[in-house]
């Protein structure tokens, strides 16, 4: 066995013992919390003229998974991702030791066809029963991107020439509720973040359908023209879905690109409730007319040629942005294969159950109070400590509440739960229920331990 | 041992037989053709109801090695990637295992802090002593489109609230032989692809920093501003050097962005020459006024709150336009860890002496004639078969012979080169050294292999 076969053995020894066994154990911590300066000292991070032995390094790599959070651990709520996906981790094994990029077939000939395989298996679950098109891409924010990048397009093709200089004013519509990424979005392709118009949502974060109506008739008024809708099923904080049909016949009313829906185009992560390997997100279109294909190509010559010995049309490369693009969506073509399609939703119905669990159970507790009824796998809910129960000022008492359990919590190291306000709603936790290992005892010890950590706050 | 568990580690094995051991064995083949009709069945490719035993799934991920192609083996030479490098490989895997986002320091503290400690050794190298500011993205190309949006912002901040509406034409430069990516970035951010002005190369590859003040010129007496410069150390098909301390004048003479340079910013890609798992790709600016972070950030409240109990400027999640991001810097770490900068230097120093000898054997041998002698890692070439030699017409016979002997190569398997037009050069091959594991005898072997797949051409 060569020095490099033994070393990478080794470190599969400890990957396996500390970052799937001992980093999914409920006894383990959830995160060994240490401040930015002290951590700095315990990894020795400074590169230097000489290298270090096999031994050294694999130290630096049992420290680097046991000072990082364990996001596979039961107790770990803070993030829109969570859990260990044994198939979906075997993959992006894979993916990184073949070591590939998928722009074209004869590079990524396995990959070009299982990607093609996954997007119209995920259009079938959509009800896109013509099909349609789409690509995997680094995360949900970049797939926003596309959507207002083609229905730019669509709109009017001579801006990818000619840029925006002559163009109307064009104005986007997304509720209060939806994700930043729109924005970004909009400043990054030119558009502008004050031409994302936000759509008030009701009080459960929901999109106010007659309020985009108006929303669209402001913009007319002012001389902007609209050219896109973002709905969102599932917003960040209160896991809210739109009213999608609703929105759709807005939409279609007035000729306007809908995302997140039947209509246009989707933004769908399986890296999120179906608890793929980071990253594995898909950007979904039912346009057949190869719109991605013409709004982003380049045609480099070097990777595109148009004489090869095979169907050019399986270099899917200048459908997108990027040049050099990972193959996530083997990930989640390994665990959909191993699980059938009625395991994921087993896993997805195990998951909301258990949400609608923590939230009854929240509703019984005395000193805890649910913001709303939740509609996803988001809970959102207030601790009151006793000596502010009652007061009529506990709304300003609240603001440090959950900053303190939070701190108190990651220095323990027993589980991690997201906090943050919302418009006049002082800081309350944010606690997303997506990985199937957790059970009722780890929601009861939840509150428990909120309640622990924080009884002693006035 | 649970299942899952079990199920890792025949996982692992299987990677380590297939994906390292036998991708890497110069006696196997680089890559196992199959057409995308017959690889589609050889996959089985569907998704269903019902899921598949492990040792099933165990042999899906077989033939997804099997019928991948062997970047990592001595004989693949088809990209800008190659040779497997096993500290980033199990980097790769550690961060994959580890499964978390670099948004914030809570759920990413180890990773921030070297991705931190990767940029600043980077800048150190590039000669940036007083530092800068930095990020890693899902490659190349987003990095230019960073330094294009970044050059835009400090141009004119207001474009990110308002768009390009009021704005005059903005205009970017880049050499005729630049990256795609920047025709990419004009597009997507509203600018237009017709607003990057391609300045000529001289026959070497090498932007002409006259023409470079003469395109600026011209846009000037268009009405147009411009606002940045690309110049490229190292373009894709040559492997050419722009002369980028002239090109720096010219830049700071009309106060103009300057991409890749000592200047502004630089796109670094340790993927390539230095072997690191994909995607390892940083992008680098020399500001220190938090330019990133202005020009990017939405300030999501579920993530970057501000009443934090730790120092939030460890937060960097705001600086990019993704919200989800991989820690790459990770896979640069360990292995610079594990190697110290000297060895990386010996590596890029053997990869060009190996390029340097294959350019010498191209120029000895008979029916095979250099484009220009290599400024770096790239090979340009044509094979001229017996019967072409000599003919007056033999260029546009040329035109067949790379695409066909690229097809027979790819069907036996032997080895992995890419092929290209250029202008008005018929299709020569481009050949990129990386790999330190090839030797002279892979070289002299390409070179006969070439001839014995394509000598009966005509």
Request: aromatic share 10%; net charge negative.
């Amino acid at each position: 066995m060569s020095a490099a076969e033994r070393f990478i053995h080794e470190a599969l020894e400890v990957i396996i013992d500390e970052a799937v066994k001992k980093a999914t154990d409920v006894q383990e911590k959830v995160c060994d919390w240490q401040s930015p300066e002290k951590l700095r000292e315990l990894l020795d991070l400074e590169l230097k003229d000489g290298g270090e032995s096999d031994s050294k390094i694999l130290q630096h790599c049992k420290n680097a998974i046991r000072y990082s959070v364990k996001t596979s651990h039961p107790r770990f709520f803070n993030q829109l991702f969570a859990g260990l996906e044994p198939y979906s981790m075997v993959a992006s094994f894979i993916t990184e030791a073949v070591k590939t990029s998928l722009y074209t077939y004869e590079v990524a000939p396995v990959f070009t066809l299982m990607e093609d395989a996954v997007l119209k298996k995920m259009m079938e679950l959509i009800g896109w029963d013509e099909g349609g098109d789409g690509i995997f891409n680094p995360g949900g924010s970049m797939s926003n991107m596309y959507a207002v990048n083609l229905a730019r397009y669509r709109f009017c093709p001579d801006i990818k020439e000619v840029g925006l200089y002559n163009a109307p004013r064009l104005v986007m519509f997304t509720s209060q509720e939806g994700h930043y990424s729109i924005s970004k979005a909009a400043a990054l392709l030119g558009l502008g973040t004050k031409n994302v118009y936000a759509v008030p949502s009701d009080d459960r974060g929901k999109m106010i359908p007659s309020a985009l109506e108006e929303k669209i008739e402001l913009a007319r008024s002012e001389g902007a023209v609209p050219f896109f809708v973002n709905a969102t099923a599932g917003t960040t904080v209160f896991g809210a879905f739109d009213p999608v049909d609703e929105i759709a016949d807005i939409c279609e009313r007035h000729s306007l690109w809908l995302h997140v829906d039947v209509t246009d185009s989707v933004a769908w992560n399986p890296h999120k409730m179906l608890m793929a390997c980071l990253q594995c997100s898909a950007f979904l279109i039912k346009d057949k007319t190869s719109l991605l294909q013409r709004c982003h190509s380049a045609k480099a010559s070097y990777l595109f040629q148009q004489d090869k010995f095979y169907d050019v049309s399986y270099d899917t490369g200048d459908k997108s942005v990027q040049c050099s693009r990972k193959p996530d969506a083997f990930k989640f073509w390994l665990m959909w294969k191993a699980l059938g399609s009625s395991e994921l939703e087993r896993r997805v119905d195990r998951a909301l159950a258990m949400a609608r669990y923590l939230a009854q159970t929240v509703k019984k507790r005395e000193g805890f109070h649910l913001l709303m009824k939740p509609e996803y796998a988001n809970v959102c809910f207030w601790y009151v400590p006793p000596a502010l129960r009652g007061l009529p000022d506990a709304c300003s008492g609240l603001l440090q509440v959950a900053p303190v359990i939070k701190e108190r919590m990651m220095k323990t190291g027993s589980m991690m739960i997201g906090y943050q306000t919302h418009g006049d709603k002082p800081n309350f936790f944010r606690m997303v229920v997506i990985n199937p290992q957790v059970s009722k005892q780890d929601l009861d010890f939840v509150l428990d331990e909120i309640h622990s950590l924080g009884k002693d706050l006035r």
